[in-house]
């Protein structure tokens, strides 16, 4: 198989170069070279954003299998590559956002669930939302229904990862000591690791799939507890997780999935949202998904290989929760009052 990356060298698509090179696919990617891709692959030069940032495609003779694509900025550097690519590669597959259904989507969403409106394939950037949705426009309109794969992701873990969701908890944990978690411990989660998702993808192309795919676990794949307890063990096991209630941490002023990356609290549209999709097509055509605990030990041993820092999007505002905010909270709240569980 030939495979064409637009991008490939961070997060999403490093971790697809490196599933098909795995696979011993032969592998071209299109980046900025601001960061080296994987060996093994074949690498081009072009900024998308640039009037002639596709030059290096139109020169060669190449033609591809798939064309796998991850941009989130203005749907119209998808339209360009995309009417450029349409007679030289069989597929493209976009990697998009459960973002693009219109909001607040129902608990149990799938794929026909009414979408966001305005989006346009020639936009400039607008919204995350419309961006996305406006991509999927221009995919469908130079590929068609039948070319064109879909990948409604929801929210994405593992190495690599550049927003600092799972690399913010597992340097907290490492540090050790009492941890504000917030509860309750049983909260059902869904995520895609990166790994899960770049193997789905390449599946997806062999099996010549088309259409959208909300693509994340199943609902309750793991749970808040089981995530953070993972990454508390894999970091050395000495941090203290204090379970605390919904009602304490929002009543503290602390903003649900930026300050606390992941979590949101029950019952919101927030978390209807994030943790509640319906993903049996995708089950149905080959998902499948690793156990909290492989997420958390290759995210940490990723983490731990550059220093510990993870690098971060300058396009995605900074998460995690402050030290001193913590403090104020644990020790308002103190080891009983409003707690929900305690791991020792």
């Known amino acids: 198989m030939r495979l064409l990356v637009l991008g490939g060298t961070e997060f999403v698509g490093r971790s697809v170069v490196e599933a098909a090179l795995g696979r011993g696919w032969e592998v ?17 030069h072009g900024d998308r954003t640039a009037p002639d940032g596709l030059t290096a495609l139109t020169g060669a003779e190449d033609t591809w299998d798939a064309v796998v694509d991850t941009w989130s900025a203005a749907p119209r550097a998808v339209r360009d590559a995309a009417r450029l690519l349409r007679q030289r590669a069989g597929r493209y597959v976009y990697v998009s956002s459960c973002s693009v259904y219109a909001w607040a989507p ?18 400039g950037q607008r919204d995350y939302a419309r961006d996305k949705r406006g991509a999927e426009l221009a995919v469908l309109d130079a590929f068609g229904a039948d070319r064109s794969v879909l990948v409604r992701a929801g929210l994405i873990l593992g190495p690599y990862e550049n927003v600092g969701r799972l ?18 411990r049983d909260l059902p989660l869904q995520y895609i690791d990166v790994r899960d998702l770049a193997d789905w993808v390449l599946g997806a192309v062999e099996r010549e799939l088309s259409g959208p795919y909300n693509l994340v676990s199943p609902p309750g794949h793991t749970t808040m507890g089981g995530l953070l307890e993972a990454c508390a063990t894999v970091t050395g096991g000495t941090a203290e997780l204090r379970w605390t209630s919904p009602e304490t941490v929002l009543a503290a002023g602390i ?18 949202a994030l943790h509640t999709a319906d993903v049996s097509r995708a089950l149905a055509t080959g998902l499948v998904c690793r156990p909290a605990r492989d997420t958390a030990a290759g995210t940490w041993t990723w983490l731990r290989n550059l220093g510990g820092t993870a690098p971060r999007r300058p396009d995605r505002p900074p998460v995690g929760l402050d030290p001193e905010t913590e403090a104020k909270v644990l020790a308002a709240d103190g080891p009983g009052g409003g707690v929900s569980d305690t791991t020792p």
Not at 169 to 184: M, Q
Request: proline share 18%; aromatic share 8%.
């Open 255 to 272: 903003e649900p999935w930026v300050q606390l990356p992941v979590w949101t609290p029950p019952g919101s549209d927030l978390h209807d």
């Open 106 to 123: 129902p608990a149990g969403y799938a794929e026909d669930a009414p979408l966001v409106e305005g989006a346009s394939a020639d936009a």
């Open 28 to 44: 071209t990617v299109l980046h900025r070279g601001r960061h080296a891709p994987p060996p093994g692959a074949r690498a081009l």
């Open 167 to 184: 690399p913010w908890w597992l340097n907290r944990l490492a540090r050790g000591g009492p941890v504000l978690a917030p509860g309750p």
